[in-house]
């Protein structure tokens, strides 16, 4: 079949099942990619619902929970006790994957790791995001997206050079883990095709989150091995100008020149052309050298306009540029809506709410459509019975058990 004939039905990941143990943003995430990509993700729950589930309804969980956990079958798994630990080695011969993103060791605990599943079943691809990766000294300590923020230097690069160190507010270390999580799982797959063995896949998030601090770095190693201060929304190293984030007359637009020719398109769009040929910003390096006097002429244009109008003098005038949007107005973006990424739903605490589709696009492939997501254990009857051939009565006395 040619790419042109492909539909909406012949995903790339078509054929593949999933066993998603993934907890809050990083391990769901990577679920929420495989069910797009076309696999059938089995979430798997304990018998009181993963962190984000049992948190209720009502609070600040039930939308990620909602955004991340569509497109998936929803089973319960009490792997405490036997009977659960039992039950999921029946069901990995079964499978092509388990993903997790427990504590390091947890599912060890039990005689159900990477190691016990793969023995059962050696194509199975076993793979596990944590904070630290399961070798090395840091194995075994606890990471969340603040503390990774912390202990890979994230925070120590932001924020302003009279303040704190500060996180983002955006959890991009639970995120950049759950994508490189995913890409682990489809790189064993595309191994598995050609050799027909599974693997193991370990990954770290301070592994992932290192590459993101090149630019620190490089002016790191520019200055001598010195780590210079804070710089709030300028350059990390002070060597681009202009590069930072300027006032509006309805809030902030973020403005960086790359090139000369940028810089010449941005006096061009403020009407003030003659900027340009001045000595102190004739060049990028003079640039640098009187940043504070530039930044102050650029602000006292924009300050006059909208963030709308200066977006629009900008791309008229090929100008990078950007609004500093608000949540409403990246909820209401036009491009997001244009490209199918959010779609509107109706969800029952929180009323209507954007929902994504996945962000890995095939141009011949429309994503499956959104689905709400199950109640705890909901398709635990039919997957059970689907793949292991569990009846009725067998599953009525493993709930009496409490194993499901």
């Not at 729950?45 to 929970?65: H, K, M, N, V």
């Not at 969340?144 to 302003?160: F, H, P």
């Not at 620190?216 to 190293?237: I, M, T, W």
């Amino acid at each position: 079949m040619s790419d042109s004939e492909l539909t909406t039905h012949d995903q790339p990941l078509a054929g593949v099942t999933v066993l998603d143990f993934g907890q809050v943003y990083n391990g769901p995430y990577c679920g929420f990619l495989l069910a797009q990509a076309g696999a059938r993700v089995i979430k798997v729950e304990s018998r009181i619902g993963e962190t984000l589930r049992s948190r209720g309804q009502a609070t600040s969980a039930a939308y990620p929970f909602a955004l991340l956990n569509t497109n998936k079958a929803c089973i319960t798994l009490n792997i405490q006790a036997a009977e659960g630990q039992a039950l999921l080695k029946r069901l990995v011969t079964k499978v092509d994957v388990v993903s997790e993103n427990f504590a390091p060791g947890t599912m060890d605990k039990y005689d159900i790791g990477a190691d016990a599943l793969r023995a059962i079943n050696p194509r199975l691809i076993y793979a596990a995001s944590t904070g630290y990766g399961y070798s090395g000294p840091y194995r075994d300590y606890l990471g969340m997206d603040i503390t990774l923020q912390a202990m890979t230097g994230v925070m120590s690069v932001t924020g302003e050079g009279d303040g704190p160190p500060l996180k983002t507010a955006a959890t991009f270390a639970d995120f950049l883990g759950g994508v490189h999580l995913y890409a682990g799982i489809v790189t064993a797959l595309l191994a598995r095709a050609r050799t027909g063995q599974g693997a193991t896949v370990d990954i770290s998030m301070q592994d992932c989150v290192f590459p993101t601090l090149a630019t620190a770095l490089g002016s790191y190693f520019v200055a001598g091995r010195r780590q210079g201060p804070r710089v709030g929304n300028r350059h990390p190293g002070l060597a681009l100008a202009p590069y930072n984030v300027y006032p509006a007359a309805d809030g902030y637009v973020a403005i960086i020149c790359i090139r000369e020719g940028h810089f010449r398109k941005l006096c061009a769009a403020m009407a003030q052309p003659a900027l340009a040929d001045q000595p102190r910003f004739a060049t990028n390096a003079e640039r640098c050298r009187n940043m504070m006097a530039l930044d102050a002429l650029i602000g006292a244009w924009s300050q006059n306009l909208t963030r709308a109008e200066i977006f629009a003098r900008a791309q008229m005038h090929g100008v990078i540029c950007a609004p500093v949007n608000a949540l409403e107005d990246v909820i209401e973006d036009p491009q997001l809506h244009a490209r199918g990424t959010l779609e509107w739903c109706r969800h029952p605490e929180l009323g209507e709410i954007p929902r994504m589709h996945t962000a890995l696009r095939f141009r011949e492939l429309v994503p499956p459509a959104l689905t709400d997501v199950p109640e705890l254990g909901a398709d635990t009857d039919l997957v059970l019975g689907e793949l292991i051939g569990l009846d009725a009565a067998e599953l009525a006395r493993l709930r009496a058990a409490e194993a499901i």
